[in-house]
């Protein structure tokens, strides 16, 4: 390396220049092997697959859309939750603006202590909505939901959750894959984060639902793994979701009844351009508690209700296996993975440690932007994300420590504890039930 590289050349960067490849390798292995591997070149190998089959897909799309209009099916929308009252109008006002009107509205109360029950009788009284339920005394969301489906009386089931907007053209779009493959038994929609002005704490996760969701589940539904549709925003045929008898009690209970649905037979898809809008969390303290019960349904659901996916039987589906076994591979068995590799760091490598924390800092923040650019090729919002860019750097500390040890702990707490069944998300009385009869 020349002097005047040298002088400008951080000393950390001349560092790994001069041991060499090897040793870069060897420090850095779990980042070549695993992050590399997954987040990079699947991500842009699917990408460019996706891209060199999009004139395919377009005219799939528009012949699909055709037979959606021509049908133009009856289908319900569900909107279960507890205290949600002020963000029903806005929710009422968001949904009289779609392209497609064909739908009953349904609200459930599920034994809300605000103004919920007022709001909601006097949005049926004046039409805005089509049926208000309520659940007196608490039940949870899976009961919520599950009594919305009981009175439900569309083809299709459109569940969102009160807090959310979409663009105009989202319950249109969320529906036509319905229509490109009988086999299908549920759609997810695209969910991004429309606070993101209002912290660091949103602004990261705004980042990270373009990487995980945008992005990454186009990649799961184009490799027939996609395995959670969020609750914000996902549609079911009304005939597959009565079969198998709705929600189960969560918390985790999104992608418990996609595994169900897929378990019998249907396949699940997401849809790019059926999109939501979601406030999430704008503080680190309400994120922790919300991820460690997100985390915990992995082991509660992925390991353990749902086990039998991994075991050889009449119904076994190797395209379940590999979404839950990916799942749980790159989630849990990573994270102890990780936990190893930082002891090897500590152990066998401390006295570099000032050389490879900054250029690990450096890889991340080099992939990280690798990521970015592949959401800027999917997004339909491009200039609005472009704000977000700055903040990519802190992913590297947010997903990659911050996140890592919270799901560590959730990991620890469920798998020795079963601490999902306490968590106050879910009433006593459902969570006892739950674990009685093992959901």
């Known amino acids: 390396m020349s002097p005047e590289l040298e002088y400008i050349i951080p000393e950390y960067l001349r560092y790994w220049y001069s041991v060499g490849p090897d040793k870069f390798i060897r420090v850095f292995w779990y980042f070549i092997l695993f992050e590399l591997t997954r987040y990079i070149m699947a991500d842009f190998v699917i990408a460019g697959w996706y891209h060199l089959f999009k004139n395919d897909r377009k005219e799939k799309w528009e012949k699909a859309r055709a037979a959606f209009w021509n049908e133009n099916p009856f289908v319900s929308v569900i909107i279960p939750g507890k205290n949600e009252g002020k963000h029903l109008f806005k929710l009422t006002k968001s949904l009289a603006e779609q392209t497609f009107q064909n739908f009953e509205l349904i609200i459930v109360d599920d034994g809300s202590d605000d103004e919920t029950p007022i709001i909601g009788r006097n949005l049926q009284k004046r039409g805005l909505i089509d049926l208000f339920l309520r659940n007196d ?69 705004a980042i990270e639902y373009l990487k995980t969701i945008s992005v990454g589940r186009i990649i799961s539904s184009q490799l027939g ?104 591979f790159y989630n849990v068995i990573l ?56 903040y990519v750097p802190m992913m590297s500390i947010y997903t990659g420590t911050y996140l890592r040890l919270v799901r560590s702990v959730a990991y620890i707490h469920e798998l020795i504890w079963k601490k999902s069944y306490d968590d106050p998300w879910n009433p006593v009385k459902s969570s006892s039930q739950a674990k009685a009869n093992g959901f």
């Open 225 to 328: 793994i996609y395995k959670i549709i969020s609750g914000a925003f996902g549609a079911f045929r009304a005939d597959v979701t009565d079969s198998i008898k709705g929600w189960d009690i969560g918390p985790g209970l999104d992608g418990d009844i996609t595994v169900k649905i897929r378990k019998s037979g249907f396949k699940t898809v997401f849809e790019p351009s059926a999109v939501c809008l979601t406030n999430a969390p704008s503080k680190f303290k309400v994120l922790t508690k919300q991820r460690l019960r997100w985390d915990k349904s992995i082991i509660r659901f992925r390991v353990r209700k749902h086990k039998d996916v991994y075991l050889p039987s009449e119904n076994f589906r190797w395209s379940n296996f590999f979404a839950l076994f990916e799942n749980v």
């Open 335 to 390: 994270d102890i993975t990780w936990w190893l590799y930082i002891v090897d760091l500590v152990f066998n490598f401390a006295g570099s440690l000032k050389y490879i924390i900054p250029m690990n800092i450096t890889i991340y923040t080099i992939v990280g932007f690798m990521q970015m650019t592949s959401t800027y090729i999917y997004s339909e919002r491009r200039k609005e994300e472009l704000k977000l860019w700055p």
């Open 137 to 205: 005394m608490r039940g949870g969301k899976a009961s919520a939901a599950n009594l919305a489906l009981r009175f439900s009386q569309g083809k299709y089931i459109v569940h969102l959750d009160a807090d959310c907007s979409f663009d105009r053209e989202a319950i249109e779009n969320i529906l036509i894959p319905f229509f490109m493959d009988e086999k299908i038994g549920a759609v997810g929609g695209n969910v991004k984060v429309r606070n993101a002005d209002e912290s660091l704490c949103a602004r990261l996760q």
